[in-house]
Structures are given as structure tokens and as C-alpha cells.
């Protein structure tokens, strides 16, 4: 299960703190739940999860709803490790609903594997319970439950749970890891039909390698000059910075299955900035949300305490400047990309990023979402 959780983790990184104030509070919301299996045989799916994820999140970033880039909210669940609270059915909610995909990053590659009953009935019952699902009926909302044991697990009856998540508007997805016939046998189709989803097998123990490009080098590097233009400030400052670098070295060990270069990527996605907004002395004064007067120097970092307000305002603007060149460099360089390997032989389709990509797509299509073709 490391693979998948890898993969997904590259996906849906997302915080767990406050969301910032979003302007148009009627843009289209895509909430999607992942509930990961991390017994002992699951290592392969949680390495594709951690490697794949800003893959996933970059494809959702680039569709359209209305003409309107959707937000993104991603949370995460694991079950089935022997390591957490027989009481608790063992199962966890590692992460509510957040647009901060750092942090989403950061507890997927922070998933460790060990024993435990996997009770798929109990996680569903809980994350459609206890996370915070959008009333809206234009909201696409969907989980996905991937795992390798009987679908049947457990006193909790996933019939009544896949229900109730039908009733709240969610999509239940169901990801068998390992051979079509066995979840077709143990309820993992029974659970995606009655889900009004997509019942999906993977093979978690194939290393993904994704295919070279010539941009990919500029993509990495343009990345990496995209943090310096986020000026974090108040008391979550530090932390904030230091998970950003934390997500990037993270992305960088996955780069083989190309984790770094679509990490990269998304920075050129406003819900990128979004997600960092909240500490963003730049997103702040930018947007209007603040003054540069409003802001004290104590909060601010070393170079930019000795400037009055005229002076701030000016570096900041500064900054969204750089930011915006750099997006657009990156949004470039991403098609560029997307060309050269649309020439190459396509990726393996038995993996958790090609599963869940080809799910959401046409999910999604059916609530008046558009994509490009990929």
C-alpha cells in the first residue's frame, strides 16, 4: 500500500487550516474523500497515492464548471492498521476537508502500514457522517475506497453506509487492488453499483515511471522560484513555509513516477495560491483582504520589517508580478509537455492515478464539468 498511497498523496494535498475567504463563494466546489486501506499488504497502494497526487489535482485544477475554476477540498481516511483503536473500528480521519494541499501531502507521506481488519462498511459510515459534505446539489462530491480485502468486512453494513452516502448527494467509488474477478466476488462492485459509482482494480505493485520531457528541468526549477514569491506572515508563518519546502523535497524523491514535475505544475493553478492565502501577506494585500498598513512589521519576515507602507505595498505587488510570470511560464511549459508526451506510448491504465482520473472525469462531465483532452 505504499505505492497507492504515494500516488494519491501526490494528488490531493490540501490544508487543514482555515480556508481563506474565496471572493466568488458561488464557484464550483469538487470535494472528493479518500479512505485508504493501510494494512500491511497495502504499502504499494499508498506509494502511487503519494506519488501521483498533484497528477490527480492538476487535472481537476485545469476543468471548468460554468466558466469557473473549481475549488478543490480534499480529505483523507485510513483504516484497517492494527495501530490505531480497535474501539474505533480501526479507522482515522487523518485529515477533514481543506484546500491546502501541502498538508494533504504531507500526512500521505506520513501513512505508515501495519496489520489491522479492514472494515470498509465502518469508514464509508464515518466519512460520510463526520466530514463536512457541501449541501449544494451542483457540488460534486465523491469518495473513494481503495482495498484488498472482502468489501463485507466488519458489523457495520455497507449497504446502509453506501446509502446514506447516496442520500447526502456522494459518489462512493470503490478500488479493488488486486484481480478483477476477486472484487467482482467480495462486494467491491456491489458497494460501486449501490454507490451510483465506478468499481475500479489496480495492480498497486506496478512502479510508475512516468515519461521525460524536454521542459521537464525548466518545470522544476520555475517551481522552485515559485515559493520565494510568497511572503507568509503571522503566527503560522514558519510552519507554513517549512511544509512547502517539506512538499517540495517530497515530490522530488517520487520524480521517477513524476510527482515533482506536476507538483511544479499546479503552482501555476490560482488554487494553489488559494490554498496558501490565508498567510500570504501578498494574496492578502493584493486581493484588497488587507492594507499593507494593517500589517506589523513583527509578523512579517527580515526583509520586509524596515519598509513604511508605500514601500511594502510596492514589494508585494512586486512579488505578485514575479508570481504571475511564472505562472504563465509554467502554464506554457505544462502544454508544451502535455504535446510531447501525447506523441509517446500512453501510461499504464491499471494504476490509482489512471483509475481515479478516468472516474472523476466522467463523474464530473455529468454536472456540466468540461476537461482538456488528455
Sequence with gaps: MKRISAVILSFFVVSAGAHPVDPRPDRPLVQLALLLDTSNSMDGLIDQAKSQLWRIVN??????????APRIEVALYEYGNSG???????????????????????????????????????????????????????TYKTLFIAGNEPFTQGDVNFRDAVQKAVDRGVVVNT??????????????????????????????????VVRRSPYDDEIERLGRLFND??????????????????????????????????????????????????EDAVSAVVSGRMKAV?????DLPA????????????????????????????????????KFL?????????????????????????LGYAFDSK
Design 59 to 68: 487535472d481537476l485544477a485545469g476543468s471548468r464548471c460554468r466558466g469557473h
Design 84 to 138: 490505531l483503536s480497535a474501539g474505533e473500528k480501526y479507522l482515522r480521519q487523518v485529515l477533514p476537508f481543506t484546500r491546502d494541499l501541502d498538508r494533504v501531502s504531507e500526512m500521505l507521506f506520513g501513512l505508515r502500514t501495519n496489520g489491522g481488519e479492514e472494515y470498509c462498511g465502518a469508514v464509508i459510515k464515518d466519512a460520510v457522517k463526520n466530514l463536512q459534505w457541501d449541501g449544494r446539489a451542483s
Design 175 to 208: 478500488i479493488f487492488c488486486g484481480d478483477r474477478r476477486e472484487g467482482l466476488e467480495t462486494g467491491w462492485r456491489d458497494g460501486a453499483d449501490r454507490g451510483r459509482g465506478a468499481f475500479l482494480t489496480i495492480n498497486q505493485d506496478r512502479d510508475i
Design 229 to 278: 514569491t510568497f511572503v507568509y506572515f503571522g503566527a503560522r508563518a514558519e510552519e507554513t513555509a517549512a511544509r512547502q519546502s517539506r512538499a517540495d523535497a517530497a515530490a522530488l524523491k517520487a520524480a521517477p513516477a513524476g510527482a515533482s514535475v506536476e507538483r511544479s505544475l499546479f503552482k501555476s493553478k490560482r488554487q494553489y495560491s488559494e490554498s496558501l492565502a490565508a
Design 294 to 298: 494593517e500589517l506589523e512589521a513583527k
Design 303 to 338: 526583509e520586509m520589517r524596515g519598509k513604511d507602507a508605500k514601500e511594502l505595498e510596492g514589494a508585494l505587488k512586486a512579488k505578485q508580478a514575479e508570481r504571475e510570470k511564472i505562472q504563465s511560464e509554467l502554464d506554457a511549459l505544462g502544454k508544451k509537455r502535455e
Design 342 to 366: 501525447a506523441e509517446k506510448p500512453a501510461d499504464a491504465k491499471d494504476t490509482l492515478d489512471r483509475a481515479i482520473l478516468d472516474a472523476v472525469r466522467e463523474q464530473a462531465r455529468g
